[in-house]
């Protein structure tokens, strides 16, 4: 009897044991479901402006006396002020549909253009512009590529956002070029950056802002549907597509007269 109360006790005490085993096995309850984070988006309201300025860099860098070039520091000033002052660069797409089709864009917009594609429009401009988030155009020569950017600087800004466009093949004055040697001055920038960045570009700069009538139906014909000059002025709603006036930025131009050319087309001439 006693040796059966002791078979009885280990017995009793395995399937406690088994029990508890199982019980400590169970996956815990899950929690209560959390409610998903609600991403929130900023709205950029939108107009039809009377003019929108297209700002025109070209060096940015510490070289003086020469009119082209901008200091970094002015430069990145002039960067924060259109972020502090609520201004909305856009794209070339939406400058164009504002052009021809009188559409609207965010209010307070401007064009930010950099022509030639020195170096430092990646080594500087490029990572300002990650910073603010702001759209810009970068007007190249395929046939200087190498010499100041490389293709493979070009391909991370454009990948980056950045439009690249065409500034000619060679950096030439094309009004004193013969019309042949025009159109082949377009035709293979058109063909180096389908060739290397796989875009059928849209945009055109004139070197030195040089042109004449056969230069904007060159470029019409051969897919250009915006060209930029070096002519004074803000852009509007009707102007002739293929000889859109830009503002010159230098670096004699400080932060008031920067703001200044953002705001009004009666801008002081420097």
């Known amino acids: ?18 029990a508890g085993c199982a019980a400590d096995s169970k996956e815990p309850a899950p929690e209560a479901a959390k409610p998903a984070a609600v991403k929130t988006e ?49 794209t070339m797409e939406q400058l164009n549909d504002y052009v021809r089709n009188g559409k609207a864009v ?16 990646y080594s500087i401009v490029y ?26 600087q070009i391909k991370e800004m454009q990948k980056g956002g950045v439009t690249i466009a065409s500034h000619g093949y ?8 013969s ?3 025009q159109l082949d001055n377009i035709v293979k920038a058109q063909k180096a950056l389908k060739d290397q960045l796989g875009i059928d570009n849209k945009w055109f700069c004139y070197p ?15 897919g250009i549907l915006l060209a930029v000059t070096m002519n004074p002025g803000w852009v509007h709603h009707g102007d002739n597509p293929y000889a859109l006036q830009r503002i010159w930025i230098g670096n004699a131009v400080d932060l008031k007269h920067f ?7 009666d801008y002081t001439d420097l």
């Open 1 to 18: 009897m006693k040796r059966f109360i002791i078979v009885l006790g280990l017995m009793w005490g395995l399937m406690m044991l088994i």
């Open 42 to 90: 900023t709205t950029v309201a939108t107009a039809v402006p009377k003019g929108i300025p297209v700002l025109m860099y070209h060096k940015v860098g510490p070289d003086e006396d020469n009119d082209a070039v901008i200091r970094e520091d002015l430069f990145r000033a002039q960067m924060k002020l259109l972020h502090d002052k609520g201004f909305n660069p856009i």
């Open 106 to 121: 965010p209010v307070k917009p401007v064009v930010l253009t950099f022509d030639d594609g020195y170096a430092d429009t």
């Open 127 to 152: 990572p300002v512009l990650k910073e603010y988030g702001f759209a810009a155009t970068v007007f190249v020569n395929p046939g200087d590529v190498g010499t100041r950017l490389t293709w493979e």
């Open 170 to 177: 060679d950096h030439v004055r094309m009004n004193e070029l």
């Open 179 to 181: 019309k042949s040697e």
């Open 208 to 222: 030195y802002g040089r042109q004449e009538e056969y230069t904007q139906k060159a470029a019409e014909d051969n």
């Open 259 to 265: 703001e200044e050319r953002i705001t009004t087309e």
